[in-house]
Every structure is written in structure tokens, then in C-alpha cells.
């Protein structure tokens, strides 16, 4: 990570919420000396260089008003596929994508999450917003959900690295489970998280949920992250995204478009985080 300088890729729509994204990227870019990017689709092939001289005026105004240089890349394609090809390949060394999102609303409770199309298949992380970033120099709380599943493992990595480079503190907030065997899992779990978190120096509490089953487990971490004044929530999507999950809504939709408006982090299984794997072991 130090000897190469990544990006921070923003989704970039000309919205209110793009401009969110932007002030979260500017925030973690700062602090991890990483470059910005911002990325813009269009429809079809003869759209492009308008779009491209729309977007050089776009990170103009933005050297004006935040100071900051940005770049920009304009491509035309399908965006639930355009957006997750390009953060992925290597060559573009995108560190994460911050993306801005205008939550569940209308149409959307019935078509699936706009946010979570576009998310899945990333092989790098998501950062979904619906707001501006708090008004301090750094994420100083970021909650982990602990379950039993091994996915747990992956975003530990991604929690190690922004706790070493963000100097946040995490909160494991353990899942209710009844079934004897997965809370053997969740405890496994838990014990491996506190182990590379002590090791890494990172500071961190444990939580527990006062639910006895799974089913309000979400609205209760959403409260506690609240109660917390939590900046981050780090999370696995699902595995094996399906058509009825964007129809009916899988478990991480109430999650990305919380109402709360708290930055969410999805990682995906199997993301690539061989960079940040070194972070694991001190």
C-alpha cells in the first residue's frame, strides 16, 4: 500500500449525493494519500465526449471550491456492470469505490436495490453514502457484525486496515444465535477478529445482541450504530446475489440504504484484498 499510489473511485451522477461521495472520498483520501478518480457512465459510444466536457468542467469546480485534484474517466455501457469492471481491474488501482446513494425509496422497494446491482461483483470494496461525512478529522467508530459465517474473515482485513490507517475504534457487535453449533462459529469468529485486532494495536469493544433470534438482528445493529455515533458499518454482502434478492430485498439492502444515513462498507466474498493482507499479521 505505501510504496503504490491507489485511487478512491466515486460513482458520479451530477446528484446531490455524488457531491457527498466526493467529501467522503477527499476525507479518506487525505488520510491515506490516495488519489481520486471520478467515474461517470453514459449510455451509448456517441455520448461520451459530451460527457467527458461535461466532467472536465465538473473536476474544474471542484479544484475551485474544495481545492482538490480529482481526475475523471467517462465510459458508456450498462452501469451495474460498467462501474464494478472498472474498479476490479488492476490497472486502474482503485483502493475502494465510494458511492452515493439515495437510500429505499418508491420504486425501488420493489425493484431491488439500485445501490446492491451495482455493488455486486466488485472485487473491491464499496463505500454507500447518503449523506455528507461528520464534521471531525477522522472515522473514529466502525462497527463489525459478528456472525458465524467464514466471510468474516475477509472484512476483518479491510477492518484492520482502516483501523491502522483511520485510528478508529471497532465495535464487534455479536449476532444472536440460538443454535448451539453456529454460536460455536460466531464465537470462533469473534475470537479469531480480537486476536488480529490485539495484534494489529487496534482498539476495540465487544457488544453483544440483546435479541434472542436473528429476526430484529438488523434493526438492532442499526440502533446500536446509532447509539455509537458509529461513521462506518462494515459488512459482507450476500454470497450468491439472486433476482428475487434485488426484487424483495436482501438482508444488506436495509442496511446500505439505512435510514439513519451511516456510511456502509460492503465488502464482497472473495474480494481482492491481497494488498491489504499484510495489515493481518502486525
Known amino acids: 500500500m505505501e510504496q503504490e499510489k491507489k485511487s478512491i473511485m466515486v460513482t458520479w451522477d451530477f446528484s446531490a449525493v455524488s457531491y457527498f461521495a466526493l467529501k467522503h472520498a ?13 467515474f461517470h457512465i453514459v449510455n451509448e459510444p456517441s ?46 488501482n482503485v483502493n475502494f469505490v465510494v458511492m452515493g446513494t439515495h437510500g429505499m425509496k418508491g420504486s425501488q422497494k420493489l425493484f431491488g ?8 461483483g466488485s472485487t473491491v470494496p464499496f463505500i454507500v453514502v447518503q449523506d455528507q461525512p ?38 464487534l ?6 443454535d448451539k453449533n453456529l454460536q460455536k ?13 490485539i495484534q494489529n494495536n ?18 438492532e445493529l442499526l440502533a446500536f450504530s446509532k447509539k455509537m455515533n458509529a461513521d462506518l458499518i462494515l459488512i459482507t454482502t450476500t454470497k450468491h446475489i439472486t433476482k428475487l434478492d434485488y426484487i424483495f430485498g436482501a438482508k444488506e439492502q436495509y442496511l446500505i440504504s439505512n435510514s439513519e444515513k451511516i456510511p456502509v462498507m460492503c465488502v464482497n ?14
Open 26 to 38: 477527499i476525507k479518506l483520501a487525505h488520510i491515506l494519500k490516495n488519489n481520486i478518480v471520478l
Open 47 to 92: 455520448e461520451e465526449e459530451a460527457g467527458r466536457k461535461k466532467m472536465k468542467g465538473v473536476v474544474e469546480e471542484i479544484k475551485k471550491d474544495y481545492g482538490e485534484d480529482v481526475g475523471y474517466y467517462v465510459h458508456h455501457g450498462i452501469i451495474f456492470k460498467e462501474i464494478a469492471e472498472y474498479a476490479s481491474k488492476e490497472e486502474y
Open 113 to 120: 436495490s439500485w445501490a446492491l446491482r451495482v455493488i455486486a
Open 134 to 171: 461528520a464534521e471531525k478529522d477522522r472515522y473514529t467508530d466502525i462497527v463489525f457484525p459478528i456472525d458465524f459465517k467464514s466471510e468474516n474473515k475477509e472484512k476483518l482485513q479491510w477492518a484492520i486496515f482502516l483501523g491502522k490507517y483511520l485510528n478508529s475504534k471497532i465495535h
Open 173 to 178: 457487535f455479536k449476532a444472536p444465535i440460538l
Open 185 to 197: 462459529k460466531v464465537n470462533i469468529n469473534l475470537n479469531f477478529a480480537i486476536r488480529f485486532l
Open 202 to 219: 487496534i482498539e476495540y469493544e465487544i457488544h453483544t445482541s440483546s435479541q434472542k433470534g436473528s429476526g430484529k438482528y438488523h434493526k
Open 269 to 282: 466474498p472473495k474480494s481482492n484484498f491481497a494488498k491489504v493482507g499484510q495489515f493481518m499479521y502486525g
